[in-house]
């Protein structure tokens, strides 16, 4: 994360980034234009599972109408881990582009209550743990937008991914926009940038798969054996963020002109870590 940035020769008589010469006649200490990181974020938040049903159900052999199902969710949470690999360049010293992909692994849980209007067995269950493991291959791509004056220094970075699940059926498409503001302490004799900002997160998850294959609570999986006999019986679930939007507090430290360390943290409803390795040539 730098306010102000690179450059590097692109070719005989063309640098990138274009303009560097410019910026750097206006006082500016620009970053090399390329760089590479591998980065690692933890995350906890809370969810809204907005609508989660089984379909494909059967009783005596006959299928079970959706309505007949009725579930409510509470308490809703989501823990994960990423590491990522990232790719940019410095097109203009205002404007970086980049690429991005990675691992994701964790879970969602929600609390829910089951009720089946079977006849004369109407059967329910309340306050069990619904949980579904998060594993899938992320990536994308962003921009991040920088300006400065003197050693204070602006940063909106915006990124779109899209996550892949493996262990079930589904995909995670994200929207990530954080604006932040910063400090250079460089000419105070520390190789230190600090900020503040904010993280606006637009998630949206579409999950679905066989519930055969889901570890469900012993009360759950005894309910739905009963009108999964023949195991052909799935769930869809769709989910969004409980908030859209966090407070973020970061630094960069920089060892030399090739490698720095960036650390970033999220609190609040929303608490995260992420810790990325930066190289640039």
Known sequence: MTATLPSAAFAEGFELPIWKSDAEALGYVLPEAFGISIGYMHVEQGINVDSISFDGLKFLGRPLPEDLIGITTKDSFQKSDVLTLRADMWLFPFLNFYAIGGKIKGYTQTTIDVAIDIPILKPEINDLPFKLDLDGN????????????????????????????????????????????????????????????????????????????????????????????????????????????????????????????????????????????????
């Open 138 to 281: 992320m990536y994308g791509g962003g921009i991040v937008l920088a300006g400065g004056h003197g050693n204070w220094f602006t940063l909106v970075d915006a990124s779109f991914t899209k996550t892949n699940l493996t262990v079930i059926d589904g995909g995670i498409d994200s929207f990530v926009a954080t604006p932040r503001v910063g400090y250079d302490f460089t000419n105070h004799g520390t190789p230190i940038r600090a900020w503040i900002g904010a993280q606006y997160q637009d998630i949206q998850q579409s999950l679905s798969g066989n519930i055969s294959d889901l570890d469900l609570p012993s009360e759950l999986a005894n309910l739905i054996d009963l009108v999964n006999t023949d195991e052909e019986g799935r769930f869809n679930v769709e989910q969004s963020l409980a908030t859209d939007w966090s407070p973020v507090a970061g630094f960069q430290y920089t060892f030399n002109k090739t490698f720095n360390v960036i650390g970033e943290f999220s609190f609040g409803e929303r608490q995260s870590v992420f810790v990325t390795l930066d190289t640039r040539f």
